[in-house]
């Protein structure tokens, strides 16, 4: 089951808003988990006080296998910097057990998933801001506040996302994932128009701490596949941790990736984004993985005041100066043609 999860996720539990029943999306996801017999439960509205399990560990494993299905009812969007505009919400959280996961902070205490049903509004938004910023491009991002790939083969979304986003002059939309069930996806008419990024880290970072994810191989194959499928694609490495022999790790991913998707790549991208934590972060992750060895030792970290009002811990100056050259002089060996969108 665990391994199963990896690649295509089935809810223990599913909880309906009624009013999502009105959209189609909503229906077809009602008949879904019905006919497959999976409880569901409709809501007036969805409100998930009290999670299953006594610690917080508990109610966190066991939140990850609850999917609300509800209608987005917030239709502003919020800022994405630095990888796109806006954000782009088509669903929340994710199965996968990433010890560091940023949206254990971002989601608080309610991390399970959520897909929303009211994809024609969600769109129209879209279009709304695409329009105002036109004759300038606007880029989305639909992975800010979850791994869209994980609720695909259920909702559909993203497939539809993509082709509405193939006939924009002005609109662009990314997306990062670690899951691989991105089979609907190749068929889908894009027009280059949406990156595909993989988040990708060392074996080692994987197995200890991005639990119930794809291996790093079976994300390269997918990205393959995404290759293959003519999309402009591109690879996350985050977060980059210091550890011993984190060089030969990092080496032998390279390796891995050119061997897969060869050396001569056009219209692909790489993003480096080196690890950080919060107080907050910190402290949640200590509640919900009590046993966890993620480095965030203040001590060996330098504090810098963040745009949103709060600080995070970053690796020093001259290990990130070390960290940076690396991966530069990396990307320039195994993939001259790719461009490094940033570092940080
Ligand atoms: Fe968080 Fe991404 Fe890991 Fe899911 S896969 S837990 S969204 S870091």
Redesign the pocket.
Known sequence: MANRTKHFFIPEKVFIEKAALDYPLGEILFRKFTQKNIPVKLMNSIRVQTLPGKTSAQKYRQA?KILAVSVRKTLTFATCKPSAHYQLPLST??????E?????TTLGKQPYLKAYVNLEEILEKTQKYIDDNAPRVTVFEA?AT??PV?LESWTGSLFKTIEYFGKQKYGRLRM????TGIDPLLKAVHHNNTRIRF?LNTETIIKKY????PSLEQRIKAAKKVMEADYPMGFIVAPIFLYPHWEEDYLNMFKSLQKHIGKQNKNLSFEFITHRFTKRAKNIIKERFPETTLDMYEKNRTFKWGQFGYGKYLYLPDDRKVLESFFYENIKKFFPEAEVEYFI
């Open positions: 990850k959280s994710c199965p996968g057990g990433c560091y996961c940023y949206l254990q992975s979850s791994d994980a990062v994932t670690k899951f988040s991005e639990k119930r994810t």
